[in-house]
């Protein structure tokens, strides 16, 4: 069973920076391919960006250029740093793999907003 567990969300006005991380566990294997997502009140859920167990990364065309997301395989963690944050990207972010699996974490919220 896997189990995932994000957190470093909090409010913080618009252009700065967060760093959530992710720490995953369970019958899980490092070579899958992991991703954040996120989901703002109203929205379906939707993926902002991934990376392989190789670090090969890919992402949304509204966070390009302002996120990075990485890895640490040795200690199962999944970060996402975000940086240039705009009012848009409020919502609650989750960790999952990708194509995500059906358990999901209790996520963490993002707020940007002055």
């Known amino acids: 069973q896997v189990q995932v567990v994000e957190s470093g969300g909090g409010l913080v006005q618009p252009g700065g920076s967060l760093r959530l991380s992710c720490a995953f566990s369970?019958?899980?294997?490092?070579?899958?391919?992991m991703g954040w997502y996120h989901q703002a009140p109203g929205k379906q859920r939707e993926l902002v960006a991934s990376?392989?167990?190789?670090?090969?990364?890919n992402y949304a065309d509204s966070v390009k250029g302002r996120f990075t997301i990485s890895r640490t395989n040795a200690k199962n963690t999944v970060y996402l740093q975000m940086n240039s944050l705009k009012p848009e990207d409020t919502a609650v972010y989750y960790c999952?793999?990708?194509?995500?699996?059906?358990?999901w974490g209790q996520g963490t919220q993002v707020t940007v907003s002055s």
């Open positions: 999952n793999t990708y194509p995500p699996s059906d358990t």
């Open positions: 369970g019958n899980i294997f490092i070579t899958w391919r």
């Open positions: 990376i392989t167990n190789d670090g090969t990364t």
